[in-house]
């Protein structure tokens, strides 16, 4: 089945200890993203990649690290969380940016 | 300006009725338009995407997009409480990879 997961689905942690939420595709998809949304803002892009290697900012990077050292692969890396990292995230890959996002199913972080 | 803009609503209709979602964008050199509809607490989902100017259906859907107003929309035929989500549009990137999203539209679909 072609899908993108995500792991932890849920996660409780303490401000300043450092986490990682992967995600993977299955697809051979060469674009992929991360989003975050909360109440009252929208999804909104933390950092995508159009290839391995390659990885760019969104718009709202800051406190947020990715890599992307194989294809179907694309962590999350919160090095040093804070409260207002409390939010849904959501992965996806596509075929393009100018293609169909398939999404993940999201992963709920609270950053105590 | 908002670079994608819809209005966040909640927009309310009553079941069968026809329902009508906008979007506004500013980036010109957008080709590909999505539209996504995202229940509560599960992931976006997509339901429409368009590239020509003018219309494109497909079943109760229909996506329209204007170009030269940077404009698109996507309305809901015989509307059905199961259609009670919020819908997010999404032009494709023109040039850089990054994608912005609208707010998404809250349609609620009453009985």
């Known amino acids: 089945e072609a899908q993108v997961t995500q792991n932890p689905r849920y996660l409780i942690t303490v401000t300043g200890k ?11 998809h060469e674009y992929m993203s991360w989003y975050r949304q909360d109440p009252g803002l929208g999804l909104r892009q933390i950092y995508y990649s159009m290839n391995v290697e390659v990885t760019d900012k969104g718009d709202v990077p800051e406190g947020y ?29 596509s075929l393009s940016a100018n293609n169909e996002q398939f999404f993940g199913p999201g992963t709920r972080l609270t950053v105590l | 300006q908002k670079e994608v803009e819809q209005n966040s609503g909640p927009l309310s209709v009553p079941e069968g009725a026809i329902a009508s979602l906008n979007c506004t964008y500013s980036d010109r050199g957008s080709q590909s338009f999505f539209w996504y509809r995202q229940y509560s ?15 494109k259906e497909d079943g109760r859907f229909t996506a329209q997009l ?3 107003s940077q404009y698109v929309s996507l309305l809901i035929r015989d509307s059905q409480p199961s259609d009670s989500a919020t819908y997010l549009c999404a ?21």
């Open chain 2, 66 to 68: 204007n170009k030269a």
């Open chain 1, 18 to 28: 450092k986490l990682t939420v992967t995600c993977s595709q299955n697809m051979n």
């Open chain 2, 91 to 111: 032009p494709g990137s023109s040039n850089t990879g990054k994608l912005i999203f609208g707010q998404g539209t809250t349609l609620q679909v009453k009985p």
């Open chain 2, 41 to 55: 607490g599960k992931s976006p989902e997509l339901i429409m995407f368009i590239y020509s100017n003018g219309d």
């Open chain 1, 65 to 93: 690290k990715v890599s992307r050292k194989e294809k179907r692969n694309f962590p999350l890396i919160l090095e040093s969380p804070s409260p207002n990292q409390t939010s849904l995230y959501f992965c996806a890959s």
